[in-house]
């Protein structure tokens, strides 16, 4: 393992705040951790477009770049956080194919070599910089030509809850205007699709309506266990018209 040339981060910037700041932090990141169910489908759903030198950026304590070191050549995870990138360390630092940076998003993007990077990988990332729209662009600009961007957001600006404003979301996407946006920075739409239709009623009642702010864990493990694979296999067949995320996988044009 490497550790990134960049210095400095900006928490704030990419949704996180300090530790002092979020006394909620290290509950979040242990009911997230919990699901599994939730972080394969998202994975087999963008499938073989993962290739190659692959960036993961908002990379967190490394539950995905863990799964990503098994099929890709080389990661680089990028995370905001000292808190996460230490215990991103921790969990992955002996491994020789994937190198750290504790910097934002933005930073990074703006140090990259262009061309560089063959997948960029953003799982609920997205929603929390500002300038998307500039950031979709500098990711085109990361990747070579042929390479991938795969996109996994929040969707529907109706369930903009109290926890989105607090875990730093910007806003919550339409499918349509996500893929304007990718577009926008040069990209070509390779899929874009509605995911976790029954994920709608949960996040409505406690979320929305309830205005919970904190993630509970049980209730998570639950919904990972039963209602991921319920949800996904009736999607497998039906499709989704809505649902609580938008995955999207664009590719930079080849020529």
């Not at 009911?31 to 030198?53: C, M, P, Q, T, V």
């Not at 921790?90 to 504790?102: H, M, S």
């Amino acid at each position: 393992m490497q550790h990134g040339y960049f210095i400095g981060h900006d928490l704030a910037r990419i949704g996180m705040t300090t530790t002092n700041e979020n006394v909620g932090l290290n509950d979040a990141i242990d009911a997230l951790d919990s699901l599994h169910n939730y972080r394969d489908w998202i994975l087999d759903e963008f499938g073989a477009a993962i290739k190659g030198h692959t960036v993961e950026i908002g990379a967190g304590s490394g539950n995905i770049s863990e799964k990503l070191l098994q099929i890709v050549s080389s990661i680089d995870a990028v995370e905001p956080s000292t808190e996460l990138s230490d215990r991103l360390t921790a969990r992955l630092g002996d491994r020789d194919n994937i190198t750290i940076y504790n910097v934002s998003a933005e930073d990074w993007l703006d140090a990259v070599e262009p061309g560089s990077c063959d997948t960029i990988i953003m799982v609920s990332v997205l929603e929390h910089i500002e300038d998307d729209v500039g950031a979709l662009g500098k990711m085109h600009r990361a990747l070579r030509p042929g390479g991938a961007l795969l996109i996994f957001v929040p969707a529907l600006m109706y369930l903009f809850s109290k926890l989105d404003h607090e875990h730093g979301h910007f806003c919550r996407y339409e499918k349509r205007e996500l893929a304007l946006k990718v577009e926008g920075a040069g990209f070509e739409i390779v899929r874009n699709k509605y995911i976790d239709l029954i994920g709608i009623v949960p996040w409505l009642i406690f979320n929305k309506w309830m205005q919970k702010t904190e993630f509970d864990e049980g209730m998570v493990r639950l919904y990972d266990r039963f209602g991921i694979p319920l949800t996904r296999f009736i999607e497998k067949f039906s499709g989704s018209p809505l649902g609580k995320n938008v995955l999207l996988i664009g590719e930079k044009p080849a020529s």
